[in-house]
T-cell receptor, first 112, second 110 residues
Framework: DADVTQTPRNRITKTGKRIMLECSQTKGHDRMYWYRQDPGLGLRLIYYSFDVKDINKGEISDGYSVSRQAQAKFSLSLESAIPNQTALYFC???????????FGEGSRLTVL | RKEVEQDPGPFNVPEGATVAFNCTYSNSASQSFFWYRQDCRKEPKLLMSVYSSGNEDGRFTAQLNRASQYISLLIRDSKLSDSATYLCVVNYVGYSTLTFGKGTMLLVSP
């Protein structure tokens, strides 16, 4: 089984719908991250959390929210999805600030 | 200002070729550097860290030039399986998260 699991792996939805992407990890890491990847734009950080009570905005947090339900779980929500949120979303974990990032397999979201 | 610049490519090379990528970063106060590899439609994975003295892992060599603020990745004897996007990653001093470049695509052909 993967150390970092994302669900759903693929989702097609309509504008205005609420969407939640979930991430769970078995690595025992405190640090968890949500990135989105768009062609030509690379990976951009949406939110990150360094422990259960810590939530931080990344460079593109507008339109997104997160919840850190437990050390192992970090979910990303789009309250009202819009087409320019169509992207590949990655969850990642790390044991330290500069340590290796371990990514989930990604969640491909399409907003029509 | 924290930026990581990479040539997007693609770099098209035949099997067996040697290819090198450069990556420039914007702040001399940078702590650590990495190369990640991302296969098409897959997640990024750490390829290697980059140390000040340079480091080698099999066919892969990473080097850091602090004076000119760039890091490089050299791949010798390219294999078809090396085809991927290579992401340059920098940890800037004072920032608690890593900064990713947009990646350089490598295509190795038979």
């Amino acid at each position: 089984d993967a150390d970092v699991t994302q669900t759903p792996r693929n989702r097609i939805t309509k504008t205005g719908k609420r969407i939640m992407l979930e991430c769970s990890q078995t690595k025992g890491h405190d640090r968890m991250y949500w990135y989105r990847q768009d062609p030509g734009l690379g990976l951009r950080l949406i939110y990150y959390s360094f422990d259960v009570k810590d939530i931080n905005k990344g460079e593109i947090s507008d339109g997104y929210s997160v919840s850190r339900q437990a050390q192992a779980k970090f979910s990303l929500s789009l309250e009202s999805a819009i087409p320019n949120q169509t992207a590949l979303y990655f969850c990642a974990t790390s044991g330290t600030a500069t340590g290796e990032l371990f990514f989930g397999e990604g969640s491909r979201l399409t907003v029509l | 200002r924290k930026e990581v610049e990479q040539d997007p490519g693609p770099f098209n090379v035949p099997e067996g070729a040697t290819v090198a990528f450069n990556c420039t970063y914007s702040n001399s106060a940078s702590q650590s550097f990495f190369w990640y590899r991302q296969d098409c439609r897959k997640e990024p994975k750490l390829l290697m860290s980059v140390y000040s003295s340079g480091n080698e892992d099999g066919r892969f060599t990473a080097q850091l030039n602090r004076a000119s603020q760039y890091i490089s990745l050299l791949i010798r004897d390219s294999k078809l399986s090396d085809s991927a996007t290579y992401l340059c990653v920098v940890n800037y001093v004072g920032y608690s998260t890593l900064t990713f470049g947009k990646g350089t695509m490598l295509l190795v052909s038979p």
